[in-house]
């Protein structure tokens, strides 16, 4: 099946640095990929939905100049975490979608923790 | 509103049978999905379901009742294994995937 690489898998900063996340389609093009944040025991929460070659669309509540996302190819997806605080430690998790459009399957990176001291 | 309904936390044995039921609410139906999530990973993909009715894979079957807005997901022969969150996930009318806090499945020998 379809495999989405993300990288890195944990990540440590100081506050007040940026962190850079990346998530790759291996097998297969991704036009949309999706970025969520899954805090302890909580769902997992839907910060953006990324598209190729256009501005990423943020979900109501998520700060857009602090979560930057850059979609530049059908395979890869960045996610740049801003100024980081310790409250923006977290699991992130970037998805895409294979094959069969908008009902295809979600294909899951493997999640990257980051805790921001 | 969206809103999705399942148990917190079940616990069953080894070799047994476990139902995890899910109840949705949403804008605008395009089926859903079940994924498996084991702590600190990421969900894997278990089911899809868009028509009403069972679909059988494996050890693994899910239910879909489209008019009640409801589904399960069944388990069989219980392995250690999978004692994981159970995640239900319907989509709606603008594909979305919305999310619940997932069903934790405790596995004892």
């Known amino acids: 099946g379809a495999v989405v690489s993300q990288h890195p898998s944990r990540v440590i900063c100081k506050s007040g640095t940026s962190v850079k996340i990346e998530c790759r389609s291996l097998d297969f093009q991704a036009t949309t990929m999706f970025w969520y944040r899954q805090f302890p025991k909580q769902s997992l929460m839907l910060m953006a939905t990324s598209n190729e070659g256009s501005k990423a669309t943020y979900e109501q509540g998520v700060e857009k100049d602090k979560f930057l996302i850059n979609h530049a190819s059908l395979t890869l997806s960045t996610l740049t975490v801003t100024s980081a605080h310790p409250e923006d430690s977290s699991f992130y998790i970037c998805?895409?979608?294979?094959?069969?459009?908008?009902?295809?399957?979600?294909?899951f990176g493997e999640g990257s923790r980051l805790t921001v001291l | 509103g969206q809103n999705i309904d399942q148990p917190t936390e079940m616990t069953a044995t080894e070799g047994a049978i476990v139902q995890i039921n899910c109840t949705y609410q949403t804008s605008g139906f395009n089926g859903l999905f079940w994924y498996q999530q084991h702590a600190g990973e990421a969900p894997t993909f278990l089911s899809y379901?868009?028509l009403d009715g069972l679909e059988e894979k494996g050890r693994f079957s899910s239910f879909l009742s489209r008019s009640k807005g409801y589904s399960y997901l069944l388990l069989k022969e219980l392995q250690m294994k999978d004692s994981a969150s159970y995640l239900c996930?319907?989509?709606?009318?603008?594909?979305?995937?919305?999310w619940g806090a997932g069903t934790k499945l405790i596995i004892k020998p």
């Open positions: 998805s895409a979608r294979g094959e069969g459009g908008d009902t295809g399957e979600l294909f």
């Open positions: 996930a319907p989509m709606d009318s603008n594909y979305q995937l919305i």
């Open positions: 379901n868009v």
